[in-house]
């Protein structure tokens, strides 16, 4: 019962304008169909080889890189209602586009400026989150709209798997309606409403003064953010060629797995980061998220039966949860007043630019070594990573001001 009241209090106390951000990204996200099967489009629909393929969607990654670093520097100089707004509305002709390009350098082109401008609205909306959140539920309102990302990209595959079987550019028309209707959405809730936070958070490291470029704390702190990004995000490649070639799953329990990772978080993101926001402090969180995915990638070095992997990727569910919103909870905590875009976008850099790297890293050790070398040095990584946090969030935050 107890659990039970923490999981609804948890829900409680949220604005009004950190559920529309949620459902904004809701909506965009479920029309997010573009991205899992690009590959498939590539190599299936217009006859690139493997290599080629990998080339345009590394493009992606260096666009995601590109729209994080402008859309925050732009997010402090315009706005983020500004930025947000014109990065969906954007994006609607860009998806159009897609289509029209069938060789590698065009449709790398494309992807490249489309994945700029798509990109631009993450540092803007972890502004708005920590602008329209009250008081106290910063870090809730960051999962909330994650809970929202997590389920918009457990329906966009799915819808995009049916529409795929019928014709290809129904996905790139679909991914246009749906950034069309977050846009929609968004202007018409936000283009009057006030900020309840307009001003620095009182708890927060004043660093208004200090370019986020020369905060060697912060971008100390981003490494350590960007080492995690490159273990965890092996989830979208290299864990699913394990699970195919190592594991001997079917497509069908492959996709039971990520699927059952989404459920997880979707349900359970909200009541474990309430416990974590009052029992932990943000040092202990960390730690403990980064150091529960490390345990759960060492797992595949050791067995790879079905239960085993079920028991894994909810450990890696659950260190999900108490890692990822927490960093850009102390990315809002260190930032000032004025430069809160730059900060969460240099933060957006350190996670796209593992979107670059993971999937060929992570595959040249499979490949060269074995899996079980990789897991094995993923945990050991990840565990480095955890006691990392756990010293630099006190070193980044007044102990005295922060509950750290």
């Known amino acids: 019962m107890k659990l039970l009241k923490i999981y609804i209090n948890s829900y409680k106390g949220l604005s009004a304008e950190s559920w529309m951000l949620a459902l904004v990204m809701l909506i965009n996200r479920s029309g997010s169909m573009v991205l899992p099967f690009l590959g498939v ?62 060789t590698e350098v065009g449709l790398a082109a494309i992807i490249f400026i489309q994945s700029s401008i798509s990109e631009a609205f993450r540092p803007a909306n972890s502004v708005a989150i920590t602008k329209y959140a009250k008081p106290g539920n910063i870090t809730r ?80 702190f981003c490494v350590a953010c960007f080492m995690f990004s490159i273990c965890f995000f092996q989830l979208l490649n290299t864990l699913t060629i394990f699970y195919k070639q190592e594991a001997h799953l079917s497509q069908k329990n492959i996709g039971f797995l990520l699927g059952f990772s989404g459920i997880v978080v979707v349900l359970l993101e909200m009541l474990l980061v309430q416990i974590a926001e009052k029992y932990f402090k943000l040092k202990y969180t960390l730690f403990l998220g980064t150091f529960l995915c490390g345990i759960s990638f060492a797992m595949l070095a050791i067995d790879s039966s079905m239960w085993f992997l079920v028991v894994s990727i909810t450990i890696l569910s659950i260190g999900e949860i108490w890692a990822l919103p927490f960093m850009a909870t102390v990315t809002a905590l260190r930032s000032g007043t004025h430069n809160k875009g730059v900060y969460m976008g240099i933060l957006g850099m350190a996670f796209s630019l593992s979107f670059i790297i993971t999937p060929f890293l992570g595959t040249l050790i499979a490949e060269n070594f074995g899996f079980t070398i990789l897991w094995i040095g993923t945990g050991i990584l990840l565990t480095l990573t955890a006691l990392g946090f756990y010293y630099i969030i006190p070193w980044m935050l007044k102990e005295k001001e922060v509950k750290l």
């Open 41 to 102: 489009y590539m190599t299936d629909h217009l006859n690139f080889d493997i290599k080629d393929a990998g080339l345009v969607l590394s493009f992606f990654g260096i666009g995601s890189v590109v729209g994080s670093w402008v859309g925050g520097m732009i997010t402090d100089k315009i706005g983020e209602f500004k930025v947000q707004s014109l990065s969906l509305f954007l994006s609607v002709p860009m998806f159009c586009l897609i289509p029209l390009f069938d």
């Open 141 to 220: 309102a960051f999962s909330l709209n994650r809970m929202a990302v997590n389920l918009g990209f457990s329906i966009g595959p799915a819808l995009g798997g049916i529409l795929a079987a019928i014709s290809y550019d129904f996905l790139f028309y679909s991914n246009a309606v749906g950034a069309l209707l977050a846009g929609l959405t968004y202007v018409l809730f936000f283009r009057k409403r006030e900020y309840r936070n307009p001003d620095q958070p009182k708890n927060s490291v004043d660093v208004k003064s200090v370019s986020p470029y020369k905060d060697y704390r912060f971008l100390i």
